[in-house]
């Protein structure tokens, strides 16, 4: 990095935010959630270190949040220890057995007090098996000299028992990983339960965030694999019938959509390498950070990352945290949302502004039909981001005991 762009960083990182951290953690400061308890549903992601960390995040949301209870709901994702194998579609439990147990543990050390969902199998996989990451490998050794803990899984129908609660006034959702649980909940609320759920998401005064999604005007970004539509986002690919319930939700009780794409999140947040991660988004020095910094070294220290470490889903968790509640910190933009006809994990943004028509757009639009306006997110202020990351892993680190 020349020493100019090593100045600008440096500028940027050390610049004040211009709203107090703490207060946005506060999700009923400056914001519409009514009075009664407010569950918020993440949707987990196990791999990515930025799943973790919006976990960390989610259980500061809860100790600064009067009535709040913080849920995430783990997907299990098809798993295969033979890298060679070809077929995709293959599933081995007890591998997956290890998965959730990995990926289980790590949450409950960093989030004591949250709820931790078992969602349903992922429908599908696209990600060749020589290419997938293996959590009990990599994160495995990680929990080495940590106590052992119970992860508590709780199940889907003990959820959907606590949504219909007369106590629960509001529900957030968001779109940061795998949406496949909420197909199997919608199915076990029934249609009346599914209203109560509308009408508590509505209620909140929250938008549903979706981290997915590319630009109609840009060619898409993502990478290229055998059998994927590339218009096909992380999130929205693995589980295409939760996104489709989500879509359907959101349109028939009136919940608004704010989508952050992956077009975005390159532009806003990007890293070099494991080490500017943890001195400019977590706040840490060397041998500071435990466990949280374990996985941020080892997932951003993989050598096909170098040059490009994006956390996406903490871009997201900003955006939720920001929206409606400091204005200036940010700017939403009016997008048509064009949804795959036969794949509702092809989600495409059009703009609104230009509806020039041209050979990137056509293909882009191609096999979609328009599903209405939604909200993007085109700007979000960079200090705002580091700040409030620094902030949950500060107040995590005192006020979260990870037992050693």
């Given amino acids: 990095m020349n020493q100019a762009r090593m100045k600008q960083k440096d500028n940027e990182t050390n610049q004040l935010p211009s709203f107090d951290p703490a207060k946005l953690f506060d999700l009923r400061e400056r914001s519409k959630i009514p009075n009664g308890h407010s569950i918020y549903i993440q949707a987990g992601d196990t791999s990515d270190f930025d799943g973790y960390l919006i976990a960390a995040a989610g259980e500061v949301l809860q100790l600064r949040t009067k009535q709040l209870d913080f849920v995430i709901a783990v997907p299990e994702r098809?798993?295969?220890?033979?890298?060679?194998?070809?077929?995709?579609?293959?599933?081995?439990q007890v591998h997956s057995e290890e998965v959730l147990a990995t990926g289980g543990a790590i949450l409950r050390h960093l989030c004591p007090r949250a709820c931790l969902v078992r969602g349903p199998l992922n429908q599908r996989n696209v990600i060749p098996w020589k290419m997938m990451f293996n959590e009990p490998e990599r994160y495995g050794p990680l929990l080495k000299g940590f106590k052992t803990v119970d992860v508590r899984w709780t199940a889907l129908k003990t959820l959907a028992e606590r949504i219909l609660s007369p106590q629960v006034s509001s529900v957030i959702l968001d779109m940061n990983g795998s949406v496949g649980y909420l197909d199997s909940l919608v199915k076990i609320l029934q249609h009346d339960g599914e209203q109560v759920l509308g009408h508590k998401l509505r209620a909140s005064g929250r938008p549903v965030v979706v981290m997915a999604g590319v630009q109609a005007e840009v060619a898409p970004?993502?990478?290229?694999?055998?059998?994927?539509d590339p218009r096909s986002t992380s999130n929205a690919i693995y589980h295409p019938d939760g996104v489709r319930v989500l879509l359907r939700l959101a349109k028939k009780y009136s919940v608004p959509l704010l989508f952050v794409t992956n077009n975005i999140c390159n532009q806003l947040l990007k890293f070099q390498d494991a080490g500017e991660v943890l001195e400019q988004l977590l706040g840490l020095r060397e041998g500071e950070g435990d466990l949280l910094r374990r996985i941020s070294d080892t997932w951003f220290g993989m050598p096909h990352l170098k040059g490009k470490c994006v956390p996406f889903d903490w871009v997201a968790f900003a955006a939720m945290l920001l929206y409606d509640r400091a204005p200036t910190t940010m700017r939403v933009v009016q997008q048509e949302l064009w949804v795959g006809r036969n794949d509702p994990s092809v989600l495409v943004l059009r703009d609104t502004s230009n509806?020039?028509?041209?050979?990137?757009?056509?293909?882009?639009?191609?096999?979609?039909?328009?599903?209405?306006?939604?909200s993007s997110v085109s700007y979000v202020d960079h200090a705002e981001m580091l700040a409030l990351a620094k902030y949950a892993v500060a107040t995590h680190s005192k006020t979260t005991s990870v037992s050693k």
């Avoid at 098809?78 to 579609?89: G, I, P, S």
């Avoid at 509806?355 to 939604?374: C, I, P, S």
């Fill in 355 to 374: 509806q020039q028509q041209n050979d990137v757009v056509t293909k882009n639009l191609e096999g979609t039909e328009l599903y209405g306006v939604v």
């Fill in 221 to 228: 970004q993502t990478l290229p694999l055998p059998g994927r």
């Fill in 78 to 92: 098809r798993v295969w220890l033979d890298k060679n194998e070809t077929d995709l579609t293959k599933h081995d």
